[in-house]
Each structure stands twice: as C-alpha cells, then as structure tokens.
C-alpha cells in the first residue's frame, strides 16, 4: 500500500492492473503550488484529493497509467502508484485504524464525514482526534453524558474526551501508575475546552458527580466566601477563569488563546478521591504585555478590569479614560470580543481569587499590579535638545508616572530614577548613568513585562497553595497529568516563541512515537504475531540541531545563548554563526533570498525562521535598580514579587517558571559576583530546563494523547479545509503514527467480516469442502459457522490470494501494506466476471423477450391483414347487396306508380263491385237465415271449446309446475341432506384428528410429567368413549336422515310420474280439440268465402236493377230493421256467453287454489321432516361437541398446569442466575473494599507523617510576606469545623435540646425498635385462619405510638428534633442492611405515617403529626436509598443483553413473514420456552423477580410494589435507550430485533406476575416505550424516513408517528449509528447522509417533536436532557400509589371470596385490633415492654 505522501512500494507496484480494474473508486491528487508569504519568497506545493473512478488501465512497460472519471466529470490520465484507494466505509468508521487503507485522503475524508454529522470525535487508535466545531454542539457534555462514560472501556462507546479521561482514571485506580492527558493543537483548536471537559470529568468521576459542572453548592458557598472550603476538585476547576484572564489573550486565531502552557497534576487516594493538586506553568508570552497588533488583543484581565471595575476603583487605579487612554492597549483597534462580556467575565475573575484563598487586601494588590502596568505604558520619554538624558515627554507622562508610582506604593521619584538611571559598580567607586530615551523606554517594557510575569508566577503559586493546604499529602502513585501545551506553529513570520514552542512538540512527538510504536508492538504481542523491529521516521536528529549533540554540533539554541553572552553581538552575527556552524546538518536550511533567516525541518515540515529580535527575547536581565525600587514598596505583594531577585545582585525573571507551591523562586542560581548591575538568565535555558523536568515526569507516566484541531482557518462553523486539516494532523503527529502502523501490518481485519467480504474470491465449490452451514436458499450461514471453520475459510482465502507475509492472529487477520488492495482487486475482477455473466444472462433474456415480441407482433400483422381483407370484402358484399336493394326499390317504386293509375280508371267497377255486394249480402242474409243460426252456434261452441282449452292448458300447466316445483324441493332437499351427512362426516373426522392429537399431546405431557399420567389415561378414555359415541350418534342420525329422503324421494317421485301422465292425457285431448276447433274454421272461411262471392253477385245484380231500387225501398228498410233485431239478438247470445265464460273462468280459479292449498301441505309436510332430521342431527352433534370439547377442556387444564410448573421453574432458575451473579457482585464488592481498606490505612498514616512534616516546616518557617496566611489558617480551621460532626458543635441558647429523660426514651426507642428487625403482627380480621388479616410491622406500631404519647408531653421542637433521629437512624439501618432492609423499612415508614394520619384525628396536636405522616409516607431519602439498591440489583449490561450470540440466535430466526421483527414469546404465552431466543435475558427477568419477590417478603403493599415494579422497567427503558445513543454496535438491526423480543419478554413477565403484583402489559408496555420506539425506527422506520427524505417529502409527522417519545436529538443520534448487519455489505449510503441533513435541519428549526408548534424557544442550557436519559429518575415514585400503600395498612376491604358473616372492621375498631394484635406479639421487645416510658405497652 502506498504509504503517505510517498511513492509506492515496489511490491505494490506489481499487477497494479489488476489491482485497479475499471470501475474502482479512487482517490486522485491533484498538486497546486502556491507562492508562500514567507520573507524567502519560497514556494509550496498543496495536495487536493479528488474522488473518481477507474475507466480503464493501460500498462506502459513497468508503470500502469489510469484513465480516472472525477466526480466533477473530468477524466484525467495518471500513474496507478499516485492513487489511493479509497475506503468502503468511510462514512461510518469512528477509529481510524479501522479503516481498510490508511491514507491521507480516506482520513480526511472520514473526518469530513464525521464533522459534518456534528461527531467532532474520533480516535485513532488510542489517540483521540478532536475537531473543534466552533458552534454549541447539542447533547454532547454534561453530567448525564459523564454518567454514561463512568466505567466504560475505551472503544465500547462513541469516541469522546470522557472516555479519554475515563481510561485515564481507571488505569490509574487498576495499574496504580500515574497518569498523563496530553492535549495539543494550534491556536484555536479548543486545547482550553478540552482540559476544562477533562478536568470537569474527573471531578465528576472522584466527587461522584458533585462537581461535574464546575461546582457544587460547596464551591457556590466558597465564591461567597474567602473561607469557604471547596473540594479539592473544585478548587482546581475554579483556577481555569483566573488562569484564562491572566494567560489568555486574543490572536488573530482564537479569541481565547493560551499564551502559556500548562501541566495540572492532580493527586488521588486509594478510593479515588482528590487529595490535592498542583499547577505548573510553561513560557507565557511576555512580550504581548507590551507590544501587540491587530486583529490581536494583550490579555483578558487588562481589558476586564478597564470595563468591569467600580467606580471606585476606576477613581482609584486610574481607569477613567477606557481602553484607548492606555498605550499597550490601543496598539490595537480589537477591544471588544464576540459573545463576551468583559464585565460580566471579571465578576467571575475576582471569584475566582476570593476561591484560591485571597482576601480583599490581597485582591487589590493583584489589580493594582494590572493598573500600575497599564500606567507604566503611558511612561514617554523623549530627550533635552542640550543633552540625550532621557526626560518625561509630557505632562501625561508625569500623571502616569505619578498613578504608577501609588499603585506600586513607592515614590513617583525613586520610579522614575528607576527608569532612566543604571548604577555601575566598579572597584572602589559607584557610577550613575543616566539613559537615554531609547533604552528609558526599554527599561520601561523591562519593568512591565517582568511585572506582570511575576505577578502570574505569583497567583499560580497561590492556587497551589490553596489546593495544597486542602490535599491530604504529596504526589504518590495514583495521579493524573494534564498538560495543555501550544501546538505547533508555523507562520510566515516565525520567531523566538515558534522556535520554542516548536522544540517542545519535537520533544513530545519523540515521546508519542515511542509510545505509539510500544503500543503496536503490544498489540502484535497480545495477537501472537511473529513481530521483528521494524524501524520508523524518528525525529532524533531534528532534537539534536536544535538542542546540540556534543562540542562538534552545538545546536541552534546553544548558539543563541552564546551570542547573548557576547557583548555586542546582534542579529546578523548570530544569523551567520548558524549558517556557518550548522550547514552541514541535514535538518538545517539556509534560504538563499534571506540572509538573516534559517530554516528547520522539523516532523511536521519546514519552518522559516527569522534571526531578527531572537537575542532580545531570549535575553532575560532583572534589572537592580526594579529590584530595589520595588523592595522599597509598601504594598506587600509588590515586595514578595521581587524579593528573590532583592537578595542578590539579580536573578531571571519570572514568567513561564514553573510554579511550586511555595513563593516563587527562580529555577535559575544566582551568581555572587556583582560588578554589573545585570545579570544574564536566558529563556531558553530556562524553558529547555523546564522542558526537560516535563519530559521526565511524562516518562514516569502512562500517557493518553488528545490532538485538537482546527477545521478552518476563519473559525467557521461547519466547514472543513482538507489542506488547513492535514496540516495539523501531520503537525500533531497523527500521520506519523499512522506511518508507524503502516510500517508492520497496516490492515487489521476481525475474522468474521474478513471471510463474508473476500470469500467470494475463492472457486466455486468451496463451500462443500469445507462443509460450511448453509441458509434454506443456499448461503453460507456465518452466523452459525463455528470460529474454527471461518478461521479455515480466512486461510483459504489467503492461501488462494498467492500473497506472502500475512499473519493470523487469535482475533484477526494481519496483512502487509498493499494486500488489501490486491484482495479488493481479486474481489473486484470477481465481481466484474460475477457482473458480466449476468449482463449476459440478462441480455440473452433481453433479446429472447425481444424475439418473442417480434413474433407476436408479426402474428398481429397478418391477423390484422388477414382482417383488413376480409372487411375489404365484405364491404363490396355491402355494397352489392344495397345496389340490389336500390334496384329494386326503384322497381317497386315504377310498379306502384302503374298500379295506382290503374286503380285510378277502375273507380266505377268498384263502385259497381260494392252495390253488387251489398245486394248479394241481403240476399244472402234473408235466403240463409237458419243456416246463420247454425254457424252462430256452430262458432258459440267452438268459442267455448276453445275456452275450455284454454282452461285445462292453464290448470295442467300449473299442476305441472307445482309438480316440477316440488321434485326441484324434493332433490334440493335430498342434496341438502347428503350435504349435512358429508358434513357431519366431516366432522367426525376433525373430531378423530383432534382426538388423535389430543391423545399425542397427552401423551407427550406424560412423559414430561409422571404424576399426571392416570389423569391423561381417564382422559383417553374418556375422550375414546366420546369418540365412538359421536360416530355411533352421527351414524345414527346419518342413516334415519337417509332412510326418510329416500321414503319421501320415492313419494315424491310417485307424484310426479302421476303428474306427468295426467299432463300427458290433456296434451292429447287439447290437441284434439285444436284439431276440431281447425276443422270447424276452415269450413266457416269456405261459407264465408261463398257468402261473399254471392254478395258480390247481389252487388253486380242491384247495379243493375238500379232503377228498381228506389221502388223497393221501402221494402229495403223493413228488411233492415229486422235485421237490427236479430243483430240485438246476437248481442244478448254473446253476453250470455260472456257469463258463462266467466263462471268458468271461476271455477278455474277455484281448481288452482286447490292445486296451491295441496302444494302447501305438502311442503309444509316435507319442512317438517327437513327440520326433524336437523334437529335429531344437530343434537347428536352438540353432544358430540360437548364431550369434545370437555375432554380438550381437561387436556388444556393439564397443559396449563404443566406450563405454569415449567414457567416457575424457568423464573426460579432467572432468580437463582441473578441471585448468584449478586453474590459474585457483593463478593468483589467486599474484595474491593478491603483493599480500600488498605489503601486508606495507607494514606491515613501518610497524611499523618506528612502532617507531622507541615507542622514541624510550619514551625521553621517564617510568616509569608504576602500576608494571606491568615486567609488560609481561616480556610483550614473551617475545614476541620466542617469534618466535626454536628453533635459536638455547641448549640446556641434558643436552639431545642432534649432533656435527659426525653434523650433515654428516645435512645431505648431507637435500640431496640429501629436498629434492631422486629417481626410482622398479623391482625386477624375474623375469627378463621382462613379469614383475610392484616400485616402490621411491629416497629411501625411502635414508633408511631411512641411519637403519639411524646406529642402528648414534649415540646413541638422535641417532638420534631425527635423525628428526625427516628428517620436518621432508619435511613443508617437501610443503608447497611441493603435492599432487603431498605425494602422493610419502606413497608415500616409507610406504616408509621398511616397510623400517625389515623390516630392524630380529632387530636390538638394533630398538625405535627399528620406532617410528620407525610414526611414519613414520601421519605425521599430511604427512596433514593432503595432506587439506588434496586439499580445495582438490575444486571442491565447491554454487552450481555445484545450479546453477539443474541444477534446470532435473531439472524436465525429471521423476521416475522407479516415484516415485524420475529420475538420470542413472552411467559406466559403458548409456544414460549426459556430457550427459544432469549437466555441472555434471564438473569434480567430473576433480578425483576427478585426485586417484586423481596419487596413482597418484606410486606410492602401491591401499590407500591406495583410502583417500584413499574420503576423497574422504566430504569431498564433508560439504560437501554442510554446504550442505543451512545453505542453504535447496539444500534445494529440484529441488536434492535434481540432489544424487541427482549422487551417482549419483559412484557410477558408483568403479566405473569399478575396485576395485583405487577403493573399490567399496557403499563409495562408505557413504561418501556422509548426504547421500543428506537428499536423499532432502527428496525424499520429509519429505512422509510430515508426514502421519504430523499424524495423530498416531509418526515415530521412520521416522526411523531413513529417515536412521539423520542427527541429529534436522539432520533438523530439513532440515525448516525443505525448500521444493517442483518444485510452483509450494507452501509451509510447518501440517501442516509441526506435524513441526517432533513434531521439537522428540523433540529435547527423545532428542537423536538412534540413541541414543534408550541413556539417556545429552545433553551441551550439544557440540551443534554434532550440525548440522554437520567436512569434513577424512574424511581421517582408518585405520591398517590405510596398514599394507597400507606392506606393498606389501616384500611381492608371485604374481598369476594370471603367467609366473613359480618364487614371488615375498619376505623378505630380496626386500630383497636392493631393495637391488640401487636401488644400481644411475642416479637415485642422486653425491654420496652417492662420499661415505664411506654406506658401504652402495660396490659390495661
């Protein structure tokens, strides 16, 4: 693998064609080079990384070129060994190492990733990468989160700065080695944040969560007083603010930049607690007190004291003018800070100094120094036109002068001559010189710079003074080293401070490399990894250049010491020493465009050095005339700042020394000569001697390492400057340490992941060889592969790859730099072959779907062809057929029109016609008068022949019907029983079957229970017995129902053969008379035809005999007028007939309402049988049924008996699991304590001699000159008098006492009723054993009437000062006696307040009792006292509850065919079986039991145990969601699925334990509802969310859908570390990335879900309660379940079942019982029985 920044190997280099195959994704560098802004002019080259992917390779003899697809769209052409590949999972990695390649790109890359999810966190190793994300991050500090972190390995939870300082702690307590944190970065990175959340995080870890914020109420109660006494802790969490505003300044980086380095040691004993501290100081700037530019400031307090200072003491320092009156200050136009109040910032500085223990004159000193610099600035000096002595320049000058010299309590002249005067001692004599301006002014920076440095030195020394009076001894083994040190630097302009802080990080990059190569050498060693010494880049040589290596190399910093001890030596001398006794050093440049600079490569780079102004910093002179001049002071503090230097001729100054805890002193020894008024201390020996005393104390530490870096150089939120980062990684040493991995075996694979990724690269067969377990569709089950079989798979795998060098370890696979590449390769060029097949599977089905196509479509072709010719055809039929239509129209047309012209000239003979007719018809009429009579008759017969037809046709029509009708009901009803009788059959069968099943299940439950076996043999009998009778029954009743339908089908079937013949004989006799009714009709048309060719023969003779006509006429109408009468005639013969067709038309209807009465009784016969075969069917199958049912009745009983006996043995086993892990608890528990024990003798003896020490320096020393040793002797004093215990204080005059009397009472009380277990009274309430009674604690009964007859007679302060001892000593004996005590003295104090509310009725001092009652009834402290026992109790471990053999047994199972996860069933429930999926689950489950089981024991009412049972559930529903947002392997979607069948157990066990007991499944299913809500959206909600969210659709309302419980936070959170294991291969993918932004987007706008329309504003303040879940909040118990708890004892209804004739007493009668029962105990104590200060327990 191509290591960083370099070439890649020549191993590498062969087959980079295959290592690259087309479609790789890559990362591709892309060189810019820059023109540096340095003062040589050089130039650097800038390396971008851009992500493509491989198009195609191209071999050009030995080097392989790549034709690479940028994501911009650019297609590039470069070398294969100028690429990296790029990581698979970059997203979702938290530890760097975890990376598949280690490279530049993929690290910057995961950092952008994770920067961008707001996970600033992330390791490398055991290092700790922390990007500061210069906005507040939400739900990542606080105390819940240090909860969290409290005892957790390193790696188990999310990357934080808590599980730094937790490893740290616990090695620390385990190894007991000392410990060292060390935190570096450039300006701006957040060094100063990270060693306040370390430092807050210890003290949260030693004081138990007191100081987790900074301070407790003891450190609120020190800020208000100087004597107040804060922990240890908290005194050194304080010391930030005051070190902050007198060592941190404002650069063009940071606004709160460290301009000093730090190394805080904190001290521990053996129980972990902190007893004392101290602080060391490193290199301030001192040349920012003076000199400073913009955008830069000088430091906080010079700008808090000018704009938070009083009126007063802006009168007295001299403060009127602001910041622009004070030169120092106005260099630069930065005042004023973003988001910080000066002021306000100030307030919290003077807290700060009253916390370290200075008093108010001590304080005003301290400000005083701060002004008196601020004046000495305004100090200008110019010069006399006659002379060059300097003189005050103006009148301002003087009135500085003047407020300086009162400041430092020395005389304005002695000031200024000490400024501008230097006295040069020689043999014999005394010289005054006087200065000029120049050097007057340099005097003045002198002054002010050594001033302000000691005056730092000064408070550091303080705050170890302070914490060091409060420790309990010196350093030993146990400590803790904080060290916040400046990172490195390299600017365009580099100086003396670069160097410096530059020496220091190579110094601490040489311990980081060792301990990073230790740790891999560890690491190989605990594998088992045949390990050689492979060497990597050290930076020894870069050490030696600039400290020196011997007289032939001297070193930078030798030369620059020695230069300054040249008179008149300067920049250029010192440029060309370096350049003429160092160019032959490999490290060291000379730049050829500057002649006065040098250059040195460093670790981290080369950095341009400028020789200009080194001399003068790294000169340190003390000046004699200062020393004097402020010897003379009045102020103290003044005189102790330079009293060291006053002694001698002078000394260095102070200023980055390192604080003691005594006064400051120099590091360096002063020289006895005086024959110069300086005397040479340069900062460079100094500050390498300092360097040199870290170096040692961190080489007898462990050491942790925290790298900060800064993401851009404008300090922009959410920004990532991948140049600007890499930069600080190489510079922080992280490139190196990753080279140093790269140099052995860079790629380190579990073996698991390792054989599901590359076992694809082996032939195919593989699987069968190695006789792997397969899955039903034929994959390889890895989950159920034992480890020696994947271990077999990996060294298949490696043997086949043909790759040399790799080593298995115990836990993983160890390959060489670039053997993953060629693994991923094989993978790739697999995959590809895999992927072409399929393209051409797919292709091949592509193209014969499109053959088939073209077939049909060719098909459709000719069939609409074939349809286009036919319709083609039949239109010309169409057409011929309507031409033929046409024509002959047109031919009927031309007929018609001859017709009726011809018709037109036959008008006369038709008239001639009618006449004729008409003649012949009158004729015919008067010649045939008898034979129309005859056809009259002839017709009224054959009308009434054919009525009569008509008739029986209608009657044997609906006689047929009704017969066909009732042969349709008939075979109906025969069907409907043959139907019944199949059913029945039916029946009898399933009967059969569930017989015989009953008879396997019984005989299965047998053989599981041996005392059941004569049962289940009645029971087969039985159910034999009810077998044979049901078959006999529905025999029975099939074979009556059979014999009845065939009797009735063979009547049926009678009927209908007579119906047929009878239809038959009148078909024929209707057919007959169709025949003659024909006959008679055709003869009729024959005479009427004569008729009328007769009358058309009359008609022609009366045309003739026209003329005789009108002759006759008269004759004419007389023959017309009888004719009239005998057509009258006819008319009544027709009506007649009419009524006679009518009548028959009656009797018709009378015959069919007979046929319909006879179909009605015979249906009406046949539903009578129907129904009585039914109900004789039906009554043999009920019966059947009924035995059926009983016997699967008993069967069921037994199963159930059967069932709960397993379920109680499987709960018993819970309980003995969980009680024995207890026991192993308490042991180590016990083990741990006696070594504490110990280790406490220890330190008690060591403080003693050490006390011994102090009280025997203390008598040697003198009085401190600073004059706050009475301060501090008031600090200890009130330490001690806060130790003493409270009963030995003297009380004031007015404060209650108990007399004598009252004391003993309350003594024998508390001896023999609460320090001693008394018994439980039963107080019957019937005169049966088996009637319901009443526990009463007897030490509740006791205490309470104790308090009752002290009420009587004591004062209501005894009384109460009573109470309380009570409750003291109950709280006492619940501690030590555990869960089992505390659960008692929960039943006794409920007790104890109800009978105090109940016997305080009507009382005049039943005020004090009913609230003392209460107090009793919510005693919060025994509460917290039991929650805290309950909890320790619970085996809530997330690595044993989401163990991998858990996901394991879920990947089995697999999910529910409906898509819900597959859970186990809960107890309780059929199928359910403790083995079925969840053991890791039981000794949860024995631990609930226990709890409930205790409780129970102990007499707590079912109200209250039903409460701590439902607390129970919510703490597991709190630890468990803890676990999902902090642990990303719990997020998994195997976790979630074990989480749901976990919590459905837990479900299941409420409703086993019933609900008298145990809050019910709904309520446990409440109480458990956030964690299910997270499992659930892991499961299946997230995967919905993404979809929705990268279609750009609203996800807020589905949220609150999903998870309304939840917090878009933690929603968030659950999002980061969902990662789906029950898919191999899936990952965070972009869709994910894109729901990460939805949800980031949604927080910034509505910070949870269930507000989002409620405006509120978000208060920051408190965003950790919207991650995190404090646990022991669930015990918070309600007050109305402890009332109703409280209730049961003096309260007891009548329960159902009860025998009791007459009511439960309840009310005083029920006292009366209570106080009868428990006087009469035997448990009582004797010695309260016989004592006279209980008079209620003398018999009355």
Request: hydrophobic share 45%; net charge neutral.
């Amino acid at each position: 693998m191509p290591s960083l920044g370099r070439k890649a190997s020549t191993p590498l280099e062969r087959g980079l064609s295959q290592v690259y195959p087309q479609g790789t994704a890559v990362w591709a560098p892309r060189v810019e080079v820059l023109l540096s802004a340095a003062a040589d002019g050089s130039r650097k080259r800038v390396t971008h990384w851009l992500a493509g992917i491989v198009q195609a390779a191209e071999r050009k003899g030995d080097a392989v070129d790549l034709k690479v697809r940028l994501t911009s769209g650019d297609v590039v052409q470069i070398t294969a060994t100028s690429v990296h590949l790029q990581n698979e999972r970059d997203d979702v990695i938290d530890d760097l190492v975890k990376s598949d390649f280690l490279h530049e790109p993929g690290i910057l890359h995961t950092l952008h990733v994770r920067y961008g999810l707001d996970s600033i966190y992330t390791y490398s190793g055991s290092i700790l990468i922390a990007v500061n994300p210069h906005k507040r991050v939400r739900g990542l500090y606080g105390p819940r989160m240090m909860a969290q972190y409290r005892g957790a390995a390193l790696g188990e939870l999310s990357p934080h700065v808590y599980a730094i300082a937790e490893q740290a702690y616990s090695a620390m307590m385990v190894d007991e080695q000392r410990q060292a944190i060390l935190i570096s970065g450039e300006s701006g990175a957040g060094k100063t944040e990270s060693a306040k959340l370390v430092m807050q995080y210890l003290a949260h870890r030693a004081g138990g969560g007191r100081a987790a914020n900074g301070g407790g109420e003891a450190g609120a109660d020190a800020r208000g007083a100087s004597s107040g006494a804060a922990p240890v802790e908290e005194q050194v969490l304080e010391s930030n603010p005051l070190l902050e505003a007198f060592g941190n300044a404002k650069t063009s980086r940071n606004d709160n930049s460290s301009r000093f380095g730090k190394f805080v040691q904190i001290d521990f004993d053996a129980m972990g607690r902190v007893v004392g501290a101290s602080i060391s100081t490193y290199l301030l700037e001192r040349s920012r007190v003076v000199s400073i530019k913009s955008p830069e400031r000088s430091y906080h307090i010079f700008y808090q004291l000018v704009a938070g200072a009083s009126r007063e003491q802006r009168r007295e320092f001299g403060l009127e003018g602001g910041v622009s009156s004070f030169r120092y200050l106005a260099q630069s136009d930065a005042v004023l800070l973003q988001h910080v109040d000066d002021a306000e910032e100030f307030g919290h500085t003077l807290d700060a100094l009253r916390i370290i223990g200075l008093d108010a004159g001590a304080v005003r000193s301290v400000l005083s120094c701060v002004a008196a610099v601020l004046h000495l600035g305004n100090v200008a000096f110019a010069t006399e036109d006659d002379c060059d002595d300097a003189v005050l320049a103006d009148v301002a000058a003087e009135d500085a002068v003047e407020i300086a010299a009162r400041l430092l309590g020395v005389a304005p002249e002695a000031l200024l001559a000490a400024l501008t005067r230097r006295v040069l001692e020689t043999r014999g004599e005394r010289i005054v010189k006087a200065l000029g301006a120049e050097a007057a002014a340099e005097s003045r920076d002198a002054l002010a710079k050594a001033l302000y440095a000691r005056l730092f030195d000064w408070l550091v020394a303080a705050v170890n003074r302070k914490i060091g009076s409060l420790g309990a001894g010196g350093a030993g083994a146990r400590s803790i080293g904080i060290l916040d040190i400046y990172g490195f630097e390299s600017f365009d302009t580099n100086s003396f401070e670069q160097l410096c802080i530059n020496l220091a990080n190579e110094r601490l990059q040489q311990h980081f490399n060792g301990h990073v190569f230790k740790g891999e050498q560890a690491e190989y060693a605990a594998e088992g990894i045949a390990w050689s010494y492979v060497d990597f880049v050290d930076n020894q040589d870069c050490l030696d250049l600039l400290e020196g290596a011997g007289p032939a190399l001297p070193g930078v910093f030798p030369l620059i010491d020695e230069a300054c001890r040249v008179p008149g030596a300067g920049d250029a001398d010192l440029a060309r020493a370096l350049r003429s006794r160092l160019a032959a050093h490999p490290c060291f440049r000379a730049p050829k465009r500057a002649p006065t600079g040098f250059a040195v490569e460093h670790y981290a780079g080369e950095v341009a050095y400028a020789s200009e102004g080194l001399l003068d910093k790294n000169r340190d002179f003390v000046v004699a005339e200062h020393s004097a001049l402020a010897a003379e002071s009045c102020d103290p503090l003044v005189a102790a700042l330079f009293a060291d230097a006053a002694g001698g001729a002078g000394a260095g100054a102070g200023g980055g020394g390192a604080a003691s805890s005594g006064a400051p002193t120099s590091s360096i020894p002063l020289t006895t000569a005086r024959r110069s008024a300086f005397q040479l201390s340069t900062v460079a020996s100094r500050f390498r001697k300092q360097l040199a005393v870290l170096m040692g104390t961190l080489d007898a530490c462990h050491p942790h390492y925290i790298r900060c870096i800064k993401p851009n150089p404008g300090s922009v939120p959410g920004t990532l400057a991948a140049g600007y980062v890499l930069e600080q990684l190489r510079a922080g040493g992280v490139l190196e340490a990753v080279r140093i991995a790269c140099a052995g075996f860079p790629t380190r694979k579990a073996f698991l992941p390792f054989a599901q990724r590359y076992a694809l690269t082996l032939p195919d067969g593989w699987r069968v060889r190695l006789e792997l377990p397969l899955t039903p569709r034929g994959f390889v089950d890895w989950y159920a592969a034992g480890d020696e079989q994947v271990v077999a798979v990996v060294r298949r795998i490696l043997a086949t790859s043909g790759m040399e060098g790799w080593q298995l370890g115990r836990t993983r696979v160890f390959l060489r730099a670039g053997q993953l590449a060629q693994l991923e390769g094989a993978r790739g060029r697999r995959l590809a072959g895999s992927a072409l097949r399929i393209q051409s599977a797919f292709r091949g089905m592509a193209a014969r779907g499109e053959l088939r196509r073209a077939r049909a479509a060719a098909a459709s072709i000719q069939a609409h062809w074939r349809g286009h010719r036919v319709r083609a055809g039949l239109a010309a039929a169409r057409r011929d057929a309507a031409a033929t239509r046409l024509q002959a129209a047109w031919r009927r047309a031309v007929a018609r029109r001859a017709f009726l012209a011809a018709r037109a000239h036959r008008r006369a003979t038709l008239v001639q016609a009618l006449v004729r007719r008409h003649l012949a018809r009158a004729r015919f009429l008067r010649e045939t008068e008898a034979g129309r009579r005859r056809a009259a008759a002839a017709a009224d017969e054959a009308g009434r022949a054919a009525a009569a037809v008509a008739i029986q046709r209608h009657v044997r029509g609906a006689r047929g019907r009704a017969a066909a009708a009732a042969l349709r009901r008939q075979r109906a009803t025969l069907r409907a029983a043959l139907e019944a009788r199949e059913a029945l059959a039916e029946r009898c069968a399933a009967l059969e079957a569930g017989s015989a099943q009953a008879r396997a299940e019984l005989s299965s439950a047998r053989c599981a229970a041996a005392a059941s076996d004569a049962r289940a043999a009645q029971l087969a009998s039985e159910l034999e017995a009810a077998r044979a009778d049901a078959a006999a029954a529905v025999a029975a009743a099939a074979a009556s129902g059979a014999e009845g339908a065939a009797a009735e089908a063979e009547a049926v079937r009678a009927s209908a053969a007579e119906a047929a013949a009878a239809h038959e004989r009148a078909r024929a006799a209707a057919a007959a008379e169709l025949e003659l009714a024909r006959r008679r009709a055709v003869e009729a048309e024959e005479v009427a035809t004569r008729a009328r060719s007769e009358a058309a023969a009359a008609e022609a003779r009366s045309v003739a005999a026209l003329a005789a006509a009108a002759a006759a006429a008269a004759e004419a109408e007389k023959r017309l007028e009888a004719e009239l009468v005998v057509a009258q005639e006819a008319r009544q013969e027709a009506a007649r007939l009419r009524q006679e067709l009518a009548a028959r038309d009656a009797e018709l209807a009378a015959v069919k309402e007979s046929e319909a009465l006879a179909h009605t009784q015979h249906a009406a016969k046949l539903a009578s049988l129907q129904k009585a075969m039914n109900e004789y069917a039906a009554t043999a199958v009920s019966e059947a049924e009924e035995r059926a049912a009983d016997a699967e009745a008993r069967l069921s009983r037994q199963e159930e008996e059967l069932r709960e006996a397993a379920e109680g043995a499987d709960h018993l086993s819970g309980r003995v699991v969980a009680l024995g892990g207890r026991v192993a608890k308490l042991e180590a528990e016990l083990a741990a304590a006696a070594q504490r024990e110990a280790g406490l003798r220890a330190n008690l003896e060591a403080a003693a001699r050490a006390a011994e020490e102090r009280r025997a320096a203390d008598a040697e020393v003198p009085e401190s000159p600073q004059g706050d040793s009475g301060a501090l002797d008031g600090a200890a004093s009130a330490a001690v008098a806060t130790a003493t215990p409270a009963a030995t204080e003297p009380s004031p005059r007015d404060a209650p006492v108990l007399d004598a009397a009252a004391a003993a009472s309350l003594s024998t009380l508390l001896s023999a009723a609460v320090r001693q277990r008394l018994p439980a009274v039963r107080v019957a309430l019937g005169p049966s054993r088996k009637d319901p009674a009443l526990g009463v604690p007897l030490a509740a009964w006791l205490v309470s009437e104790s308090l009752i007859v002290w009420a009587g007679g004591w004062a209501p302060q005894q009384l109460g000062l009573a109470a309380e001892a009570v409750q003291g000593t109950i709280l006492t004996t619940a501690a030590a006696g555990g869960l089992t005590a505390q659960a008692y003295w929960l039943a006794s104090t409920l007790a104890i307040g109800a009978l105090l509310k109940m016997r305080t009725i009507g009382r005049k001092e039943g005020a004090l009792l009913l609230r003392l009652g209460d107090e009793l009834i919510g005693f919060g402290a025994l509460h917290e006292c039991l929650a805290g026992a309950i909890a320790d109790t619970l085996p809530v471990t997330v690595g044993v509850l989401l163990s991998d053999q858990a996901k394991r047994s879920a990947r089995r199972r697999g999910p529910a065919p409906n898509g819900s996860p597959a859970v186990t069933p809960p107890p309780g429930s059929p199928g359910w079986s403790p083995g079925a999926g969840a053991q890791s689950w039981q000794a949860l489950l024995g631990a609930l039991t226990n709890v409930v089981e205790t409780l129970r024991g102990e007499g707590v009412p079912p109200p209250a145990v039903r409460a701590l049972a439902a607390a129970c559930l919510r703490f597991v529903d709190a630890e468990l969601l803890n676990a999902l947002l902090l642990r990303r392997d719990c997020c998994s979607v195997s976790a979630a699925r074990v989480l749901l069948a976990g919590l459905a157990e837990l479900r299941g066990w409420a409703a086993y334990l019933g609900p008298e007991w145990c809050p019910g499944r709904e309520t446990a299913a409440a109480a458990l509802e956030r964690v299910a809500q997270a499992a659930r959206y892991l499961v299946q909600g997230k995967d919905d969310c993404v979809r929705k969210a990268h279609r750009g659709v609203p996800i807020l309302a589905d949220l609150g859908r999903l998870c309304p419980s939840l917090t878009l936070q933690q929603v968030y959170r659950l999002t980061e570390h969902q990662h789906d294991d029950w898919i191999a291969g899936a990952g965070l993918g972009s869709q994910n990335m894109v729901l990460l932004e939805t949800l980031q987007r949604l927080m910034a706008s509505q910070p949870s879900m269930a507000d989002g329309d409620s405006g509120a504003e978000w208060d920051r303040e408190d965003e950790e309660e919207n991650l995190l879940v404090e646990p022991m909040e669930a015990f918070q118990l309600p007050r109305r379940a402890l009332t109703e708890a409280a209730r049961c004892f003096v309260q007891a209804a009548q329960r159902p079942d009860s025998v009791l004739d007459a009511p439960v007493p309840s009310g005083p009668a029920l006292l009366d019982l209570i106080d009868q029962a428990c006087r009469e105990s035997d448990g009582l104590p004797q010695v309260l029985r016989s004592s006279a200060e209980f008079p209620f327990l003398q018999p009355r």
